[in-house]
Structure formats: C-alpha cells, structure tokens
C-alpha cells in the first residue's frame, strides 16, 4: 500500500482516478500471488473497477525486444519459451508464439517440473515447430535460465541463446502492462472473480498426507533396523527354523 500511495503521489492522481487495475495472477510464490491478487481486490471492489489478470509466463513475451518491432499479420512468428523459478528444484514454463502487439498465443500450457523436463519440451517443441516453417526464430527469458537449472542453460548454449540475458529478463509491471494492451488480451474481469494461478498443486502435507508419510518413514526405518540385526547375527539370518525355502 505504501508502493501504491508513492506511485499515485508521483502521478499526481488520488486513487478515486484509476480506472482499471492489472494483476500478475502468476504462476509465482504462493504467499505473493496471494498477497498481490488481494491488495487488487481491496482497491478494485470499493469503486467496482475492472481488473486485467495478467500471467506471469506471457508477460515475459514483452520482455524481449522483438515485442517492440513491427511486423505485418503475414509475417511468421517467434517461439518465446519462457520459465521462472518455482523453488524445490523446480521451474514453471510455459511456451508461446509471439507477434509484437499481439497476445502471445500459447503452444505449450504452464506446468512446473525439473530443469531437464522443461529443456526436453522445449527443444521438443522448437525442433517440431522449426521443421514446419511455423517459427522464424526462438527467443528465451524467465529466471528459469539462471545458474540453478543447468539443463535449461545447456539447451539455450546449444540453440545459441544467451542464458544470462534470458534469465534477467522479469515479468516485471512494465511487461504486465504491454502485453495488458496488446490485441487479443484476455478481458477485463469483476475484482471478485480475480483468482491466482497454481500450477504446483500441492506444496505441503494434509493430515491424511502427514500420516501416510510418517507411517512410509516407520516402516522404512523397521526394514532398516531389521536388516542391520541380520548382518549383525548371521547365524540368526541363515539358520533360524522354518526360514530356508529348500
């Protein structure tokens, strides 16, 4: 709220002005998808403003600088394959076709999984897409690309992209915003139908979920314990009645 009031402040607008707030709806941090899609709601529902729910993963389309040169509708688009951090080993991507001023057309839905999933779709995908003539090139961004995910570092170095600079790349407001305007932009929607997007369904344990791990760590530890006494006492493991099987 502090951020908002600073941005209003240099606007020179109170809040009563704003006529349509955008969110990053994510896939992102649980707590700040969150955070963010309530601090919008509570701003949005007093004056019935309209909101823009925004994706994290073709927000990043706006983050490349192909997205500013125009192009003619014949003109074949580009491949933006786009990840970003999920935490837990793990990266959430996603994969679009891209025309500048255009909503990115999404050819590959948002999922979450290792570096070495994400790089074998996408190279799945460009490869499949190149042969066809359906792309004129592949761009990358997201912090996916950064020094966490060798996979998907290795699969940028063998298309000739440039990690680092992919990885720098944000979806950040000012990308939420342009692609906001671009043509075919999701519609605006009543702030109380404003949802987050999860794409990781599960981050911790029910209590159904508790018991069954605690009771898979019991028996795991049993078999352990089990298998140490046997080496400990092979007259015990070799030569107890009953146990040899012919």
Same mark, same amino acid.
């Given at each position: 709220?502090?951020?908002?009031?600073?941005?209003?402040?240099?606007?020179?607008?109170?809040?009563?002005?704003?006529?349509?707030?955008?969110?990053?709806?994510?896939?992102?941090?649980?707590?700040?998808?969150?955070?963010?899609?309530?601090?919008?709601?509570?701003?949005?529902?007093?004056?019935?403003?309209?909101?823009?729910?925004?994706?994290?993963?073709?927000?990043?389309?706006?983050?490349?600088?192909?997205?500013?040169?125009?192009?003619?509708?014949?003109?074949?688009?580009?491949?933006?394959?786009?990840?970003?951090?999920?935490?837990?080993?793990?990266?959430?991507?996603?994969?679009?076709?891209?025309?500048?001023?255009?909503?990115?057309?999404?050819?590959?839905?948002?999922?979450?999984?290792?570096?070495?999933?994400?790089?074998?779709?996408?190279?799945? /995908? %460009?490869? #499949?897409? &190149? +042969? $066809?003539?359906?792309?004129? @090139?592949?761009?990358? *961004?997201?912090? =996916?690309?950064?020094?966490?995910?060798?996979?998907?570092?290795?699969?940028?170095?063998?298309?000739?992209?440039?990690?680092?600079?992919?990885?720098?790349?944000?979806?950040?407001?000012?990308?939420?915003?342009?692609?906001?305007?671009?043509?075919?932009?999701?519609?605006?929607?009543?702030?109380?139908?404003?949802?987050?997007?999860?794409?990781?369904?599960?981050?911790?344990?029910?209590?159904?979920?508790?018991?069954? /791990? %605690?009771? #898979?760590? &019991? +028996? $795991?530890?049993?078999?352990? @314990?089990?298998?140490? *006494?046997?080496? =400990?006492?092979?007259?015990?493991?070799?030569?107890?009645?009953?146990?040899?099987?012919?």
């Amino acid at each position: 709220l502090t951020l908002v009031r600073q941005a209003l402040a240099q606007a020179g607008q109170p809040l009563s002005a704003v006529q349509r707030f955008l969110v990053n709806t994510g896939p992102g941090a649980f707590t700040s998808l969150r955070i963010a899609v309530g601090l919008v709601q509570g701003l949005a529902l007093p004056r019935q403003r309209p909101v823009g729910a925004i994706g994290a993963l073709p927000a990043l389309a706006a983050t490349v600088p192909e997205w500013r040169f125009p192009l003619d509708e014949a003109s074949t688009p580009w491949l933006l394959c786009a990840a970003l951090d999920a935490r837990m080993h793990e990266c959430y991507y996603a994969a679009f076709l891209c025309r500048p001023g255009h909503w990115p057309e999404e050819v590959l839905a948002p999922a979450v999984g290792t570096a070495e999933q994400a790089a074998g779709a996408f190279a799945a /995908l %460009a490869d #499949a897409l &190149e +042969a $066809a003539g359906k792309i004129q @090139a592949v761009h990358l *961004a997201g912090s =996916g690309f950064g020094p966490d995910f060798a996979a998907l570092r290795e699969w940028a170095m063998k298309t000739g992209q440039d990690a680092g600079l992919a990885a720098a790349r944000r979806p950040s407001a000012q990308a939420v915003l342009a692609v906001a305007g671009a043509r075919g932009a999701p519609a605006l929607q009543a702030a109380s139908a404003l949802r987050p997007l999860y794409v990781r369904d599960q981050v911790a344990l029910d209590r159904e979920g508790q018991r069954q /791990l %605690a009771a #898979a760590r &019991e +028996a $795991a530890r049993q078999a352990g @314990a089990s298998q140490t *006494a046997r080496a =400990g006492n092979p007259d015990r493991a070799c030569h107890q009645p009953g146990e040899h099987a012919g």
